[in-house]
């Protein structure tokens, strides 16, 4: 049981990105020294590191939880599939890497096609969102007033991604195939930045809009 609540405390770190005592709490409804005993363990074990603390506009100041590589390879290791992607590209040809990123690209946006759902461009995004976190690819996503922000908090394969951003344009491609448009990155974990961010314009206004 102690092992399963440690697990589900560093998914959390994992998929937000960070976590605070209060936000687990809330999330998981621990209590407060449940969760900061689970948390030194996991201290001690190399899979979290406490940041910097946070200090906002209201209440006291809080430490923010933050998975380390190790931590995000035990909860988001896709590693093993990133490479069966990769040689089976190599099996057909794709030689290039370009070419080789639009292989994987449209293998993973083929394995879930299915998974999205919906005619408008925002049940389009809610549900590739959902169908991608499995593979570690997306997290979230939110509204702006200019179109779409999708983030990813831990990258599933941090090696290879900074090795070649081949692996970083293979995630973008397949979010753009299940969303039907352009899809921009504009920040990568692997470059060093806090998430992968993505960019999804809305529709030009008095254009062709599509209904839920």
Sequence with gaps: MAANTRSAILALTVDRGGASVVDITEALG???ATVRR?????????????????RGG????????????????????????????????????????DAVAQGIGRCIAAEH???????????RIGSTVEALRA???LDAWSETEGGFVLENHA?????????????????????????GVAVEQVSSLAHGDDT?????RAPAAGGKRNRA
């Excluded at 040689?87 to 890497?97: I, M, P």
Aim: charged content about 25%; overall charge negative.
């Design 30 to 32: 621990l209590a407060d």
């Design 38 to 54: 689970h948390l030194d363990r996991l201290v001690a074990a190399g899979l979290v590191t406490p940041s910097a603390t946070v």
């Design 58 to 97: 209201i209440g006291r100041p809080y430490q923010l939880y933050q998975a380390t590589d190790a931590g995000v390879r035990q909860q988001r290791d896709h590693s093993a599939g990133l490479a069966a992607r990769m040689l089976d590209q190599l099996k057909h040809g794709a030689v290039d890497l």
């Design 113 to 123: 096609r299915n998974d999205v759902q919906g005619a408008s461009l925002k049940r």
């Design 135 to 137: 593979e570690g690819i």
């Design 155 to 179: 990258c599933p394969y941090r090696e290879a991604a900074e090795a070649s951003d081949c692996v970083c344009e293979s995630d973008r491609i397949a979010i753009q195939e299940l969303v």
């Design 196 to 200: 992968c961010e993505y960019r999804v």
